[in-house]
Nanobody
Framework: DVQLQASGGGLVQAGGSLRLSCTTSRFTLDDYAVGWFRQAPGKEREGVSYINGRDGATWYVDSVKGRFTISSDNAKNTAYLRMNGLKPEDTAVYYC???????????????????WGQGTQVTVSS
């Protein structure tokens, strides 16, 4: 049962940008932490970033720091992942997820998130 809807993926050249969106009609994202995960072919799914709805705290995996920005729009009940400076190694299926707010500094782990979206493909060509 898919509780979140992720969109915005696509094909882009290296150095390009995309903005992923994550929304739901089932609950208020501001009450949760919203995370983005990605899974490349043959690799395990990894946490990319999250944002706590209540306090706005954010976390990024080292490989995307300075290039990706996570944000949320409470009026639209939508979270975003702005991805700039995309690299071929960013190619993956990106998933959004929601779970209880996380303590500051907590990394983005799958076990922390209860609700998941269906994934959106991001392909970066060299």
């Amino acid at each position: 049962d898919v509780q979140l809807q992720a969109s915005g993926g696509g094909l882009v050249q290296a150095g390009g940008s995309l903005r992923l969106s994550c929304t739901t009609s089932r609950f208020t994202l501001d009450d949760y932490a919203v995370g983005w995960f990605r899974q490349a072919p043959g690799k395990e799914r990894e946490g990319v970033s999250y944002i706590n709805g209540r306090d706005g705290a954010t976390w990024y995996v080292d490989s995307v720091k300075g290039r990706f920005t996570i944000s949320s729009d409470n009026a639209k009940n939508t979270a975003y992942l702005r991805m700039n400076g995309l690299k071929p190694e960013d190619t993956a299926v990106y998933y959004c997820a929601a779970g209880p707010p996380l303590l500051f500094g907590t990394s983005c782990q799958e076990a922390e998130f209860d609700y998941w979206g269906q994934g959106t493909q991001v392909t970066v060509s060299s």
